[in-house]
């Protein structure tokens, strides 16, 4: 398995700012995901983290939104982008490490309350 | 359109009650995973399941992957007030670079 960690655990903010979530995992990974869980809900994946290179966005979810970096095989960033009510959510990342195929290991989250 | 559907939505038990929860798809998955997570946690993972027919067994918990990898059930027996959380199925299909698609979650209470 693997060992990830997010930071901020959980935040507050005024609607209109943006907010950066950091993800670590602490061994070499093949592939880093960033989802969304809304209040009651199950998870919708946002994006694929790219080591290197532009994150691969699923529909409904765009760069300008949720920018995405990801520097190097074990840490990448989601932002939330002009803030609003409706972006109040769990922001969770998730990994694939290397030489485990088929299995994704969940961080504990970012729980995120726009006002 | 919901690629898995997982069912039932809610279930509230007394402690010692046996409950089976279904996952659900009319597409073919290469690898199957369930996931319980508590409030304020992320998932974590309970076991994956790959091969047709499957079943693995997790002390009280037994999961089973239909033969056509279209389906999957987790079976809790003897449930214990610790068993209390969201249980999440989770499908990878071949060629989709790892990519999960997730049900909508089995909210189970057990009650002492």
């Known amino acids: 398995s693997a060992v990830i960690s997010q930071k901020p655990s959980r935040d507050i903010c005024q609607r209109g700012t943006s907010l950066t979530i950091q993800c670590q995992v602490d061994s070499q990974v093949t592939m880093m995901f960033w989802y969304r869980q809304q209040p009651g809900q199950s998870l919708t994946l946002i994006a694929t983290?790219?080591?290197?290179?532009?994150?691969?966005?699923e529909s409904g979810f765009v760069i300008d939104k949720f920018p995405i970096s990801r520097p190097n095989l074990t840490f990448s960033t989601l932002t939330v982008s002009n803030m609003s009510p409706e972006d109040s959510s769990i922001y969770l990342c998730s990994v694939v490490p290397a030489g485990i195929q088929e299995t994704q290991y969940f961080g504990p989250g970012t729980r995120l309350l726009v006002l | 359109t919901q690629l898995l559907e997982q069912s039932p939505q809610f279930l509230s038990i007394q402690e010692g009650e046996n409950l089976t929860v279904y996952c659900n798809s009319s597409s073919v998955f290469s690898s199957l995973q369930w996931y319980r997570q508590e409030p304020g946690e992320g998932p974590v993972l309970l076991v994956t399941?790959?091969?047709?027919?499957e079943v693995k067994k997790l002390k009280r918990l037994t999961f089973q992957f239909g033969d056509a990898r279209k389906d999957s059930s987790l079976h809790i027996t003897a449930a214990q007030p610790g068993d209390t959380g969201l249980y999440l199925c989770a499908g990878a299909k071949r060629g989709s670079n790892y990519k999960l698609t997730f049900g909508k979650g089995t909210l189970l209470t057990v009650n002492p």
């Open positions: 983290a790219n080591q290197g290179s532009e994150a691969t966005y």
């Open positions: 399941v790959v091969t047709g027919g």
